[in-house]
């Protein structure tokens, strides 16, 4: 049952990542078309795209939020392994426990304070005043999302961990 749970979470989140892929695209285009306008002047038209810059920040941020929980069922997140592989295999299986529960503790804490954060941006009606106005709950609303994700996907990393075999992971190993 759980792994079948497992691999649709992880399909969700291969969809995830795919769309932070398409987000990068969207970036790229903008930010070409904003030195193109400013380079190639086009009589009547626009002189650059003032708000590329805002834009595309936002946009590296959405990058870095829909494939943060991709990259850690992909055990592709940093991580500095070379003590745990010098450990013996019990210890070093009892600090990757410690490293899993530290890090779903951290991504659920994140997760609610990022709720209280959103709403209390909703509700004072407070918005982000640059080259465009926003309301500023706008960019706040996909980080409790995703820290939600990934304390999901810490509890899987957990599982995995209680039915491997004891000793370090041996996914995304820097060091034998």
Request: net charge neutral; proline share 4%.
């Amino acid at each position: 049952m759980i792994a079948k749970i497992s691999a649709a979470y992880g399909r969700m989140m291969s969809a995830l990542a795919l769309f932070g892929c398409l987000m990068l695209l969207v970036m790229m285009l903008i930010i070409v078309a904003d030195v193109g306008l400013r380079n190639f002047a086009i009589h009547g038209g626009p002189q650059g795209l003032a708000w590329s810059n805002e834009v595309s920040e936002f946009i590296l941020y959405g990058v870095t939020l829909c494939v943060s929980p991709w990259l850690l069922r992909q055990g592709q997140h940093i991580r500095v392994d070379i003590v745990l592989q010098a450990l013996p295999k019990r210890t070093a299986w009892a600090l990757e426990w410690v490293g899993d529960v530290l890090g779903f503790s951290c991504c659920t804490i994140m997760a609610y304070f990022g709720v209280q954060a959103t709403w209390a941006s909703y509700s004072s009606s407070a918005l982000s005043i640059k080259t465009l106005v926003t309301p500023e709950w706008w960019s706040l609303v996909p980080l409790p999302s995703v820290f939600l994700l990934l304390s999901v996907e810490m509890l899987f990393r957990m599982h995995r961990l209680w039915l491997a075999d004891i000793g370090p992971r041996h996914d995304a190993v820097s060091a034998a």
